[in-house]
């Protein structure tokens, strides 16, 4: 079951994980305090917050609540002694100026103790209930045609934890795409069927609804409880894109979404400059070293930023700041090309560094100068912008809102080189462009630190 909170989508069983192993941390933290016999309680409990939150995050950042999480139990321990580590290092450092109580190292050390042992246990034991079906919304589909089965194409464990489906109710004169062992005898009202099956959804999932739409049977299911959805709906929330080969534009006009008010600018303006100056001055000595090493490698002639246009909101066209990863002459043609995996193109320097996205970072001075966001869509070139606005349906309405640094569609989809890729990925976009949100923004930007340790999707 998902539930929708700060405009996003949230896997009911995840929040609750979230809240749980938050508990624990702040238990392990306090219990690690008193263990020391430190007897100041207002003062502990505060600390104990402050601990529980800098893990947390560190685990948010970690991918350990990510859907796109794979790794198996070794893998997951690894995330959480890397989470406990680097937020009691952090936690460990701002509460070192505090005057009443710093805590020392035997505190610390019992703190990564107790948290590593008492989160493992906590995620190991996790993993085999949050599948349980107790908490998975179960689903009705109505709809045995093309559409309807899309739904069976989901066959990722991160795709269904949110729902089950009990079967497939065939619409009348509709085609029989799904397996027969799927589809549920409608002999009675829907609203009977749904109530004998236990059904907390409905989705919408017929190829024409021009013919026999059962308006008044859905209408019935709604008033009593029982939650109708259109299939576009039901798959943005499951999956975090939306469709484009069901897409319609009157889902996109009068559903939810799409929301770009004074408030929703301003938050997303200052969290710009909040964010962009304190990396800049956080990375300012990586910075300096990537410029030594382009000029080391190529020479004191040899520029150190590559500028290049780029298409950002509403269209226009701005030039994007980079350190240049390629050679001077990469496209001494004239012609615009994708970057490709093992490109000869790119220099020994420009290898490592975009694996670890330092190439990125002088677009924090495009941030600063108001062209991008430090969240958003990636910002195109316009040889190929033009080129795949003629051929993709909705491409232009990633330009509603500011292109990122990073964004949903990085973090979800490898990197994009062909013009499937592009429409992969713009449906990721299209999901960020109707959701975004202060709150979305913040935890697409603690995801990417997991994508830049593990050197995820770069060429």
């Not at 300096?288 to 909101?313: H, N, S």
Request: aromatic share 10%.
């Amino acid at each position: 079951m998902r539930i929708q909170l700060f405009g996003h989508y949230w896997q009911l069983g995840v929040v609750l994980l979230w809240i749980l192993e938050s508990v624990v941390v702040f238990a392990s933290s306090w219990a690690a305090f008193h263990w020391f016999g430190a007897e100041i309680p207002g003062v502990i409990w505060f600390q104990s917050v402050v601990l529980a939150t800098c893990v947390m995050v560190a685990a948010i950042a970690m991918g350990l609540f990510s859907r796109r999480l794979r790794d198996r139990t070794v893998g997951i321990v690894l995330r959480i002694v890397v989470s406990v580590s680097a937020g009691a290092a952090l936690g460990g450092l701002l509460l070192y100026a505090s005057p009443d109580h710093r805590p020392t190292l035997p505190e610390v050390f019992a703190f990564l103790a107790i948290g590593l042992f008492s989160l493992t246990i906590v995620r190991v034991g996790a993993r085999f209930f949050l599948d349980e079906d107790i908490l998975k919304r179960r689903v009705l589909v109505y709809g045995s045609g093309n559409n309807a089965a899309r739904i069976l194409e989901l066959r990722r464990r991160a795709d269904q934890r949110g729902f089950k489906v009990v079967g497939f109710a065939p619409s009348r004169n509709g085609e029989r795409m799904v397996p027969p062992e799927r589809l549920i005898a409608v002999e009675a009202p829907l609203s009977t069927v749904a109530q004998e099956h236990e059904i907390d959804e409905i989705v919408v999932a017929m190829d024409d609804r021009r013919q026999q739409f059962p308006l008044k049977e859905l209408l019935d299911c709604r008033v009593n409880g029982i939650e109708v959805i259109e299939l576009a709906t039901f798959l943005e929330r499951e999956t975090g894109k939306v469709y484009l080969d069901i897409l319609i534009p009157s889902w996109m006009i009068f559903g939810s979404g799409f929301r770009r008010d004074f408030l929703r600018r301003f938050s997303e303006r200052a969290f710009d400059m909040l964010a962009s100056l304190v990396l800049l001055l956080l990375s300012l000595p990586v910075m300096l070293l990537t410029a030594l090493a382009i000029k080391l490698e190529e020479g004191v002639r040899a520029p150190i930023f590559y500028g290049q246009p780029r298409v950002g909101y509403a269209g226009r066209v701005f030039r994007v700041m980079k350190f240049r990863s390629m050679r001077v002459d990469a496209e001494k043609d004239g012609q615009a090309r994708w970057a490709t995996t093992n490109d000869d193109r790119i220099t020994r320097v420009g290898r490592f560094i975009r694996k670890v996205r330092i190439d990125e970072l002088p677009q924090l001075f495009n941030v600063l100068g108001g062209h991008m966001s430090f969240v958003g869509p990636r910002p195109e070139r316009p040889e190929f912008v033009q080129k795949l606005s003629e051929s993709i349906p909705y491409y232009d309405v990633r330009h509603s809102v500011k292109p990122g640094i990073t964004g949903w569609a990085q973090l979800c989809y490898p990197y994009g080189a062909s013009e499937q890729d592009a429409s992969e990925k713009l449906q990721y976009d299209l999901y960020y462009v109707k959701n975004h949100s202060l709150v979305f923004d913040i935890l697409i930007l603690l995801q990417t630190v997991e994508v830049i340790l593990f050197g995820k999707g770069a060429r």
